[in-house]
């Protein structure tokens, strides 16, 4: 447990800065979503509407909401236009979109690939495929990962993995590989699958380009649209989501990100002076965020 980060709805530092912030960058799974999937639940998985108000208010109240995850294209697709927002950041970064209709366009990002890395006609996530990144690491840790079906499937810039992995143990495998490639620790899961771990919770991993994350995917993005760090929050649950507090003024995690050993071993490796905290839970925690950023934003 990590002691010092200060709570969002009572640290006055957070209500100014949130009163310039004009667009939030939101994790998905464990943070806009509850345990199972749905936004129209509590933090316990109930019927509840305690996200589904704070998006209609924030909606009517003209601030935008950008999902940023490890999913693929199309799910981002789909829930970005349910939700009426109008743009999504897709594969942990590596797929920026603006608009869900036909007229959208799109930025994909290959962070520091030289341009002549992918070979022709291929995709990044067939290039990545192409150096056999998922088989080398389940070969070096028996047990402890796996491709994550069926969403592992339906990819363009990234693999999607479950496992119990050391991060810097699995990069050093990677390492080894002709191709720079990096290890991502995206939250906690829910099922071992076919694992046979049980000295830690499973984890989502994604196996990217070099340099792709979710804070090089803000940068774009708010370039794109013209605003500045300074107008922007994040919310989510992950050691990957903290990354977030690179590119954004408020960066808040969700109460259950302090159980995942990835977060509290980040914020005791780099301290920050732009991170708080929610005191619920998942759904709770990001519909207790969206109140304090509507107060402040006036
Ligand atoms: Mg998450």
């Not at 749905?38 to 316990?44: E, G, K, M, P, W």
């Not at 495929?129 to 028996?142: G, K, M, S």
């Not at 107008?231 to 590119?247: F, H, K, P, R, V």
């Not at 708080?276 to 934003?297: I, L, Q």
């Amino acid at each position: 447990m990590a002691p010092d980060i200060p709570l969002i709805a009572t640290d006055p530092r957070a209500a100014d800065a949130l009163s310039r912030v004009r667009v939030l960058y939101t994790d998905l799974d464990g943070t806009l979503v509850a345990k199972g999937g749905s936004v129209l639940a509590d933090a316990a998985a109930s019927p509840s509407l305690v996200v589904a108000e704070q998006i209609v208010a924030l909606n009517r109240a003209g601030l935008a909401v950008v999902p940023i995850s490890g999913r693929g294209r199309t799910q981002l697709r789909e829930l970005t236009q349910l939700l009426g927002w109008d743009g999504y950041i897709a594969e942990a970064g590596g797929i920026i979109v603006h608009g869900t209709g036909l007229d959208f366009q799109e930025r994909v990002d290959l962070g520091e690939w030289p341009d002549d890395v992918a070979a022709p006609g291929l995709s990044p996530f067939e290039t990545i495929n192409q150096v056999r990144a998922a088989e080398t690491l389940i070969e070096a840790f028996p047990g402890r990962v796996e491709h994550y079906a069926p969403w592992q499937l339906d990819r363009e810039v990234s693999l999607l993995l479950r496992g119990c992995l050391d991060v810097a143990e699995g990069q050093a495998v990677l390492d080894t590989l002709p191709l720079p490639l990096d290890l991502v620790d995206n939250g906690m899961l829910r099922s071992y699958g076919t694992l046979t771990c049980r000295d830690m919770p499973p984890h989502a991993y994604h196996v990217v380009p070099r340099g792709v994350c979710k804070a090089r995917a803000i940068d774009l993005d708010l370039a794109w649209r013209g605003l500045s760090r300074e107008q922007a929050a994040a919310i989510g649950d992950s050691a990957t989501d903290l990354q977030m507090a690179d590119a954004v003024s408020v960066m808040t995690l969700v109460g259950n990100a302090f159980g995942s050993n990835g977060v509290v071993a980040g914020l005791e490796r780099e301290p920050r002076d732009n991170v708080w905290r929610t005191a619920g839970d998942r759904t709770e925690g990001w519909a207790e965020f969206a109140r304090v950023w509507r107060a402040a934003a006036g």
